[in-house]
């Protein structure tokens, strides 16, 4: 079992910055790909970025490609999702996700993902 507690989410303007942190606990970190998914109401969930084990590999959605930076820190137990230049259309529920698979099938949907946090609401305002 891996339990994960999302945190730093909350209100915005446009064009402000935000990081998200997700701390993991239970089975090694350091063993699995982590990524953040996002869903905004009425929505489906979408996938927003993805790491892999070891050597840290990344990939993002294209709505958020230049924007986001994700990050791990396997000492820590933790991954984090740097937001900048964020706009009115990021506004979601963010949830960090842990997966054994590699960073491409997280890329592909949140179908079968291993867990899940709870998620944390990141509202941005124009």
């Known amino acids: 079992q891996v339990q994960l507690v999302e945190s730093g989410g909350g209100l915005v303007q446009a064009g402000d910055s935000l990081k998200l942190s997700c701390a993991a606990s239970?089975?090694?970190?350091?063993?699995?790909?982590m990524g953040w998914f996002r869903q905004a109401p009425g929505k489906e969930r979408e996938f927003v970025a993805s790491?892999?084990?070891?050597?840290?590999?990344?990939l993002y959605a294209d709505s958020v490609k230049g924007r986001f930076t994700i990050s791990r820190d396997d000492g820590k137990n933790s991954v984090y999702l740097q937001m900048s230049s964020l706009k009115p259309e990021d506004t979601a529920v963010y949830y960090c996700?842990?997966?054994?698979?590699?960073?491409?099938?997280?890329?592909?949907?949140?179908?079968?993902?291993?867990?899940w946090g709870k998620g944390t609401l990141v509202t941005v305002s124009s």
């Open positions: 996700v842990a997966d054994q698979g590699p960073t491409w099938r997280m890329s592909r949907g949140p179908t079968g993902m291993d867990y």
């Open positions: 239970g089975r090694p970190f350091s063993s699995y790909t």
């Open positions: 790491i892999s084990r070891s050597v840290g590999r990344s």
